[in-house]
């Protein structure tokens, strides 16, 4: 059996892209644009808020570090996309590619959403949601999956973008679950 400690990569980034200002009004655009690797303190602090928001802070132990070394370099195992708006860091999408041997086509998976409230009446949850799709269809990617837990307060978000609920109970395999399993074969 081989396994591999970091995906395997194709093309040099998934993020190779251009985006497209969203205006808001004259004074102030928001922009929707990759991280960099000078994000991954805001990126952190980010994460962190969105954890605490749904009661799992506790279970948030991502240093800066981590971030750094796993979204960066030739071949991270996720990417990110930030929203900018008044030179102000204040949303972002954490989102990775797989693969559905069912349909035979990569598609990509959000692994994290979070918008600051300041960003709520700008639609920036929608937009940061829109610009995976971008990259999905620019990919010839087949969806973009996500799952939230049952009592996620923005769940009509998802709902009026018109995402399809699945049925399909997530399962997780914890570390110490993973180690036993491991050590059983």
């Not at 190779?16 to 655009?29: E, H, I, S």
């Not at 923005?154 to 709902?159: E, G, K, S, V």
């Amino acid at each position: 059996m081989q396994i591999l400690d970091r995906p395997t990569c194709s093309i040099k980034s998934t993020l190779a892209m251009v985006t497209r200002p969203f205006t808001k009004d004259n004074m102030n655009t928001l922009t929707i644009r990759p991280a960099r690797p000078d994000d991954a303190p805001i990126m952190h602090a980010l994460l962190k808020k969105l954890a605490d928001s749904l009661g799992m802070g506790h279970l948030f132990t991502a240093t800066i570090a981590d971030i750094t070394r796993n979204g960066f370099g030739h071949c991270p195992y996720y990417h990110t996309l930030l929203a900018e708006y008044s030179n102000k860091i204040i949303g972002l999408v954490t989102f990775m590619k797989s693969y559905s041997t069912f349909n035979g086509q990569a598609y990509l998976y959000i692994d994290s959403l979070y918008v600051e409230d300041s960003g709520q009446n700008l639609h920036v949850g929608q937009k940061l949601i829109a610009a995976v799709c971008q990259k999905a269809v620019e990919k010839q990617y087949s969806r973009v999956d996500l799952h939230i837990p049952d009592w996620n307060p923005h769940q009509a978000l998802y709902d009026n973008l018109d995402m399809q609920r699945t049925g399909h109970i997530p399962y997780q395999i914890t570390e110490q679950t993973m180690r036993v399993l491991a050590e059983s074969l």
